[in-house]
């Protein structure tokens, strides 16, 4: 026993982690971050790490090039074993973590836990919240399917529709009007390096406003005394049961009950293609289809802008220290008149999309 202790210290030391490790077990955090109502911030962890390694797994076989990325994907999908694992954990991982941060921003936005000191633990968390998608955007592209494709094209013609920033940005992502070869490429590089690197960075701040300001109090003060716990073993242990058990029941689940649908290749001279937006972009699917010609741009960039920016404001504007969610009723009333308009947008555009009988 001692003797495995001594070769792990010395192994420690010899990869110079030592002080890495002595860190993680001298910082303490409160234990309240250990209960159920915090659960969705460490799944938000683990599925960011899930979705690091399944995409580097993933690397390994993609070929970013219109005429590879296709057969690339369905290699890696129906030849290798647990491929279609790996790209289900991918898949399903995205989006269990937009859910995930919606469950987790409404928790500390009803716990008022946004509030001053933590104004930039929720500005950090918000920008998380912008990028992620993101990310998911340019990864619809990648495995050159009519889907993705097309849904790319819509996506394109709506920036380009931005006054003055649009045309521009779209000769950013494509190099020009064509969605090919550039635009492969570009979203390629944006998936697997720009974009992780803004989500590492963004988590790294999150993390360190949090241990800079500390987890809000509960509400409720609990009649346990305040303990604290460490951060190594107590809270990574838990993050790594939270990462075993959410990597088995996605994997679990996606080889035997939800595969990733797949679909046909790209086919870009096929314009009769109409592609179904995805769940998490129905409302906005929505906003753009109401407003046309002159007005698109309030549904393609000013409404959706006025909302990201009123969550980066939130907590510059609203600074009382008052946290109890009855005392702030006129705030929680406006989100949910907020999250209903969103509801009602998406239940609109999903039943013009996928309850419509003509072909
Ligand atoms: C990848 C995304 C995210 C990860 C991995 C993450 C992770 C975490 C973790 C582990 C905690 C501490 C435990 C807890 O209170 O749940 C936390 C706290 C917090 N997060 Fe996040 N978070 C993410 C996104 C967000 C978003 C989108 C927001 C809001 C817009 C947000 C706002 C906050 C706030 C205000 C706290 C402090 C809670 C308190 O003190 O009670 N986070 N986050």
Not at 30 to 35: G, K, N, P, Q
Not at 262 to 278: H, I, L, N, Q
Not at 307 to 326: K, N
């Amino acid at each position: 026993m001692k003797n495995s202790e001594n070769m792990s210290q010395g192994l420690l030391k010899l990869l110079a982690l030592d002080h890495a490790v002595d860190f993680l077990k001298n910082t303490t955090i409160s234990s309240d971050a250990l209960t159920w109502k915090r659960v969705c911030g460490s799944i938000a962890t683990v599925l960011v790490i899930l979705l690091f390694l399944s995409g580097a797994f993933m690397a390994l076989y993609y070929s970013p090039y219109p005429g590879a990325a296709y057969d690339s994907v369905q290699y890696a999908e129906f030849d290798l074993p647990f491929g279609d694992v790996i790209r289900g954990i991918h898949h399903w991982s995205w989006n269990l973590l937009l859910v995930v941060m919606l469950l987790h921003m409404t928790r500390t936005f009803f716990t008022g836990a946004y509030k001053p000191p933590r104004e930039m633990v929720w500005v950090s968390g918000v920008l998380l919240l912008l990028v992620v998608p993101l990310a998911i955007i340019t990864g619809d592209l990648l495995p050159w399917t009519q889907a993705g494709y097309w849904t790319t094209r819509v996506r394109v013609s709506i920036i380009s529709s931005v006054p003055v920033i649009g045309p521009f940005m779209v000769d950013l992502l494509q190099g020009g009007p064509r969605t090919g070869i550039v635009a492969l490429t570009r979203f390629y590089v944006l998936h697997v390096i720009f974009l992780p690197a803004g989500i590492i960075s963004l988590l790294a701040l999150h993390f360190y406003f949090l241990r800079l300001k500390g987890l809000a109090d509960p509400i409720m003060p609990s009649r346990l005394p305040k303990r604290n716990i460490a951060l190594l073993p107590d809270m990574i242990n838990r993050w790594l049961i939270l990462f075993i058990v959410v990597t088995l029941a996605i994997g679990i689940a996606t080889r035997f009950w939800f595969a990733v649908p797949y679909g046909d290749p790209a086919d870009p001279s096929d314009s009769r293609f109409v592609p179904k937006p995805e769940w998490w972009v129905l409302f906005l699917n929505q906003l753009v289809s109401i407003f046309k010609g002159p007005f698109t741009i309030v549904g393609s960039a000013v409404i959706p802008g006025a909302l990201a920016g009123l969550l980066l404001v939130l907590p510059f504007i609203s600074r009382s220290p008052e946290r109890r969610p009855v005392r702030r009723w006129k705030e929680i009333l406006v989100a949910m008149l907020i999250a209903a308009a969103i509801l009602g947008l998406s239940v609109m555009s999903w039943i013009e999309h996928f309850t419509s009988t003509v072909a």
